[in-house]
């Protein structure tokens, strides 16, 4: 029996759905717990070609939640194990591992290699990097975040709004599971759901998920979705840059208070001081930190008062 016949019988696959579920390219960025469950469901379901995109190593504290991993796994590439436990799930798929981060440098060459990218980062500077170029190269972006107990998955760009224009303004913390602690099943949950959204992304199922975000409560037990297929795009937006990205002629502001500046030209302010140090408004201004929402609400005091153009960096997205 075909390794795929139980979901060909459904009348939304068929071998004309397979084929295109085979021939699809889907980039992962992140393969922590989000894609602990979707990347064995995108390889089991037969996706022809899997890029997973992390640059960390498995560590003990995150196994709770990453579950592709095991104890021996540890202090190994992320990318790596991941890669391999989708080859040993279907050894009939291509699985490309990439240990480097997701930057606004090289995430645009990832992304134009894809049919479909999914967005399994716990780094919201990243999400946003991924939401900027998928809607610049028209590619579907199923985004997710999970934090405590609760999270939610939505289908972004290739024709529906960016995620820009679902959350368009600064986080209201910078939380992280690292931070704020998360609940593996809950994770798990939200990353099945990606892995949902995609294959019905590929087979071309409507209702399409993208326009559409998904959010669970896990301490209450109640899920909720709604659409936002006419949400318009921001008039103005705070681009991420890598800091290779920066030149000569940008005003660069470090906001960090130690560590190494993210770019050799960088003048170290706090925040309160940037307004007093602004440039020319035809130089652009470049605001560095360590996940990038420090810079964003610095940008957002700076743009009250100065017009030119306003860049974010992050040290974790660089």
């Not at 075909?2 to 390219?25: D, F, H, W």
């Not at 591992?97 to 992304?111: D, F, K, Y």
């Not at 930190?289 to 009250?304: K, P």
């Amino acid at each position: 029996m075909s390794r795929y016949a139980r979901q060909m019988i459904l009348p939304e696959v068929g071998a004309e759905g397979q084929a295109r579920i085979t021939g699809a390219r889907v980039l992962v960025v992140g393969a922590g717990g989000l894609a602990a469950p979707a990347l064995p469901l995108l390889a089991g379901a037969g996706v022809g070609h899997l890029t997973i995109v992390d640059a960390d190593r498995v560590s003990l504290s995150n196994l709770h939640r990453q579950t592709l991993f095991a104890e021996e796994d540890c202090g190994t590439p992320k990318a790596v194990v991941a890669a391999d436990r989708c080859r040993a799930i279907n050894g009939e798929i291509k699985v490309e591992a990439v240990e480097t981060p997701l930057t606004p440098a090289n995430g645009p060459g990832l992304v134009a290699a894809a049919d479909l990218v999914l967005d399994c980062a716990d780094s919201y500077a990243v999400s946003y990097t991924l939401s900027d170029i998928c809607m610049a190269q028209g590619v579907p972006l199923i985004s997710a975040s999970v934090l405590g107990l609760g999270g939610y998955a939505g289908g972004f760009c290739g024709g529906a709004p960016s995620l820009r224009a679902l959350f368009p303004e600064a986080p209201d913390s910078g939380a992280s599971c690292e931070t704020a602690g998360v609940l593996g099943p809950v994770v798990g949950m939200i990353g099945a759901m990606q892995a949902q959204m995609a294959l019905s992304v590929l087979l071309g199922l409507a209702p399409s998920p993208l326009g559409q975000l998904v959010q669970f409560d896990g301490l209450r037990f109640q899920s909720s979705s709604f659409r936002f297929d006419g949400a318009p795009e921001p008039d103005a937006r705070f681009a991420f840059v890598a800091a290779s990205e920066l030149g000569a002629g940008d005003k660069i502001i470090e906001l960090r208070e130690d560590g190494d500046p993210l770019h050799p030209s960088a003048h170290r302010l706090a925040a309160a001081e940037v307004s007093g140090h602004l440039p020319d408004p035809g130089t652009r201004l470049a605001l560095c930190c360590a996940t990038g929402l420090r810079a964003w609400r610095t940008a957002e005091q700076v743009r009250q008062v100065w017009p030119g153009e306003i860049v974010l960096v992050a040290a974790a997205a660089s």
